[in-house]
Nanobody, 127 residues
């Protein structure tokens, strides 16, 4: 059974830090592209950071210099280190997995390319 389980969310004050984790199971994690998305109340789900099959990471401009995404294939875990958090970072954060085809994937923030999604973890940043 495929599972993506996020953890590490919580409530922090502006300027604080959180580290999100996404534990993957039930599929060949090392061959999938992964991403973090977030959805704030009343807004569409947006991409935050994504990694392709060549290990290249992209990030949305609003988090550059503050968030760091990493993928641990040995632990089947995806991480998002979030520093200098701002109230506008408040959202439910989701991890997602996209299957590689012929050994390659680079789905970026195209939600339709992702085969599996976690249930989300809430991040709340107060001013």
């Amino acid at each position: 059974q495929v599972q993506l389980v996020e953890s590490g969310g919580g409530s922090v004050q502006a300027g604080g830090s959180l580290r999100l984790s996404c534990a993957a199971s039930g599929f060949n994690y090392s061959t999938y592209c992964m991403a973090w998305f977030r959805q704030a109340p009343g807004k569409e789900r947006e991409g935050v950071a994504a990694i392709d099959s060549d290990g290249r990471i992209i990030q949305v401009d609003s988090v550059k210099g503050r968030f760091t995404m990493s993928k641990d294939n040995a632990q089947n875990t995806l991480y998002l280190q979030m520093n200098s958090l701002k109230p506008e970072d408040t959202a439910v954060y989701y991890c997602a997995a996209a299957r590689a085809r012929y050994g390659y994937c680079s789905p970026g923030y195209w939600k339709g390319a992702y085969n599996y999604w976690g249930q989300g973890t809430q991040v709340t940043v107060s001013s």
